[in-house]
Structure formats: C-alpha cells, structure tokens
C-alpha cells in the first residue's frame, strides 16, 4: 500500500500531475493543504477528475465526505487527540459508510496503546524527512506491533525493503515523490520496488 501526501504548498501543474498519478495507478492520496480553507478545499477537489474522488483522503474539513465521494477522512495527531480521545459525538453528521478513517501517528508507544480503531495508520519519521529539514528519522520498528501501519518520513524507492523489514505494511511518500523532477516516473518506481518487495512477504 503506497499513500501519497500532498504538498503543502501547490506545485506547477499539480493537478496535471495527480491525474497522470491516478493513471499510473495510485490508490491513496491524502489531501494534507493547511493552508487552504474550505473554499479553496473544494475548488482543489473540484479540478479533479470525479473518477478519482473515492482515492482521496481529505486531512482537513472531513465534512468534505459529504459533498464528494471521498475515499475517507484522516486525522491528524493533535486532532485525534483533541476530538476523537476528548470528545463525543465527532461523526455525527459526516456520512461515513464506506470510508476509511486513519491517523497520524509519532512515537510507536502511542501507537501500540491507542484503544481506537483505525483502517490504517501512518508513523513518522522513519528515516530523515526529504520535505522537512532536521526531521530525522529513528528508524522506528513496528514488527510487535499488531496494527497496520504505514511507515513515512524520508520515504524512496532506495530504503523501501528496509522499511518492510521495519515490519511496516505500506509506505507514505511526499518528498521522495514531489521534490523529483519527474514525480510520475519516481510513483512508477516506488511502485514496482513495492510489489517486487513485498511479493515474498505474508
């Protein structure tokens, strides 16, 4: 499973490019745009090809599910914490039937000792940020770990076996693919080292 992370700021022709990703076969991206508002959310989603709706995990405004067919909502770490952990009542109203929900995640301890249940959920960093600078990485190990769990931070087609070996299930990438001068090339890439990579795995 490869989830690809938006950039944060918008790139030259970012659309263009994320429809040739979709071609190319991506099946998770995660809509992570702190920057914009709901307005700008939705003229974001609006240039998308409606076919490649139900691949979108929205980071923000998850009442966004209701007006596209979206693939699910994602929280954030402090988010999860602040609504999810602290609150009731969070999903009433979102029409979430079908939809994934996951969570960010930083330390493996907090990870291991959630009680919520999420479909999938991303730890990071485990190898120094290509996007961050002085993110590093702590190669974190999730082997004992028995939640399904994607590995992030630093992410390319390089270190991928290294990080399955870590015993994560997936990778998520966001400078390993939009900081290459060919980002559909680089998905294509990760991709095959992916399966290649996990081929022999149970």
Known sequence: MIVLIAPEKDVPNEIEILHQLFKAGLQYYHFRKPLKNLQEHTAYLNKIEPQYHNRIVVHYFHELV?????KGIHFQEQKRIDVIENGKGYFNGLQMSGKTISSSFHDPKALEN????????????????????????????????????????????????ETLDL?????????????????????KQIDNVFLSSTKNRK
């Open 66 to 70: 209701n007006s596209f067919n979206l």
């Open 114 to 161: 959630c009680e919520l249940e999420f479909d999938y959920h991303l730890l990071s960093p485990v190898f120094s940020s290509i996007s961050k600078k002085g993110y590093l990485g702590k190669e974190f190990n999730v082997n004992g770990i028995d939640k399904f769990t994607i590995g992030m931070g630093g992410i390319t087609s390089k270190n991928i076996k």
């Open 167 to 187: 015993g994560y299930k997936g990778v998520g990438v966001l400078g390993g693919i939009w900081n290459t001068e060919k980002p559909v090339e680089e998905f």
